[in-house]
């Protein structure tokens, strides 16, 4: 049975559970259990002489606190303190009113949904940040059309739509490079200048482009 005592205020109890540790000299087991039971009301009495002042001075709700006090208090004490019979050292558990649980619950059920939201907002920021990076290195690496039509299909409809918007701008100022790469190539052939290394360096950088972007047009 616990050992009632009453909190700060005398509206509620603590409930003590008292764990008894009995030691003896020169007894059996069984005349050493025999006269434990006997003097466990007497130890019960002890404890609970030693908690009431000490509870009154903690809040109903702050059963953790007591317990801490109480263990540090009878903590390394013996009773009795002389004498040959069997003696006992003691550990205290602490328990709030029920009726205090009961107003403890919301609260504790809110903290609980509010860390349990924290912790996955947490995970979800990781793995988007993770995403992220991730998805820096195939845009970084983009060269065709084949890899970017496949990475799109990879990801989420929300990013896949990103990721066509990003490729179809970047692939926008394409054609104009390309349309200026050529004129440049032919306007120097329409006036005979012939091979050069200034038209060899534009043709050369046209058919890059071509090539990493697919554009089947060449030049004659």
Request: glycine content about 6%; hydrophobic content about 35%.
């Amino acid at each position: 049975m616990p050992i009632l005592v009453p909190a700060k205020g005398d509206a509620f109890d603590f409930r003590l559970h008292a764990v008894f540790n009995w030691t003896a000299q020169n007894m059996t087991y069984e005349e050493l259990r025999f006269r434990a039971e006997r003097y466990l009301g007497w130890a019960a009495g002890i404890v609970r002489e030693r908690a009431v002042d000490l509870a009154r001075e903690h809040e109903p709700h702050r059963s953790h606190d007591l317990e801490r006090a109480l263990n540090g208090r009878l903590g390394g004490q013996r009773w009795p303190r002389e004498g040959a019979v069997p003696f006992f050292s003691v550990l205290i558990r602490v328990s709030p009113d029920e009726r205090v649980r009961e107003r403890l619950r919301p609260y504790w059920e809110d903290r609980i949904r509010l860390e349990c939201d924290h912790e996955l907002q947490k995970i979800r920021a990781t793995q988007a940040d993770e995403l992220t990076r991730r998805w820096c290195a195939v845009l970084q690496g983009l060269e065709d059309d084949p890899v970017t039509s496949h990475a799109a299909r990879l990801t989420g409809e929300q990013f896949a739509e990103v990721f066509r918007r990003y490729v179809e701008e970047r692939r926008e100022s394409v054609p104009d490079l390309v349309k200026l790469l050529r004129e440049a190539v032919r306007g120097h052939g329409d006036l005979g200048m012939g091979p050069s290394e200034y038209t060899e360096a534009w043709d050369a950088a046209l058919r890059t482009y071509e090539r990493q972007h697919g554009l089947s047009e060449r030049v004659n």
